[in-house]
Nanobody, 123 residues
Framework: QVQLVESGGGLVQAGGSLRLSCAASGRTSRSNAMGWFRQAPGKEREFLAAIPWRGARTYYSDSVKGRFTISRDNAKNTVYLQMNTLKPEDTAVYYC????????????????WGQGTQVTVSS
């Protein structure tokens, strides 16, 4: 089992920045690929970004490419999502995800989910 705890959400004005963190714990937390998703009211959960356990290659959805950056610190078992130039349409609950298979994260068929953190962008 892997436990994921997100933090860093909050209220920010349009054009501002936030950095989300996701701390992973559990028996296999260090070998998992990690990712971020979000879900706005009335919408389906949306893939945002993913990063493998090892290596520098990252993956992004077109909706956040160039504005959001995913990174991880394996020594701290933590993954981050730096969000810049935020827009009101970025308002959503943001979820951290983990899976042994990076492709499963990109596809949205994830083994482990965090509880989510609210991000609200005001206009």
């Amino acid at each position: 089992q892997v436990q994921l705890v997100e933090s860093g959400g909050g209220l920010v004005q349009a054009g501002g920045s936030l950095r989300l963190s996701c701390a992973a714990s559990g028996r296999t937390s260090r070998s998992n690929a990690m990712g971020w998703f979000r879900q706005a009211p009335g919408k389906e959960r949306e893939f945002l970004a993913a990063i493998p356990w090892r290596g520098a290659r990252t993956y992004y959805s077109d909706s956040v490419k160039g504005r959001f950056t995913i990174s991880r610190d394996n020594a701290k078992n933590t993954v981050y999502l730096q969000m810049n130039t935020l827009k009101p349409e970025d308002t959503a609950v943001y979820y951290c995800a983990a899976d042994l298979d990076l492709g499963s994260i990109v596809a949205g068929t994830v083994s482990y989910w965090g509880q989510g953190t609210q991000v609200t962008v005001s206009s």
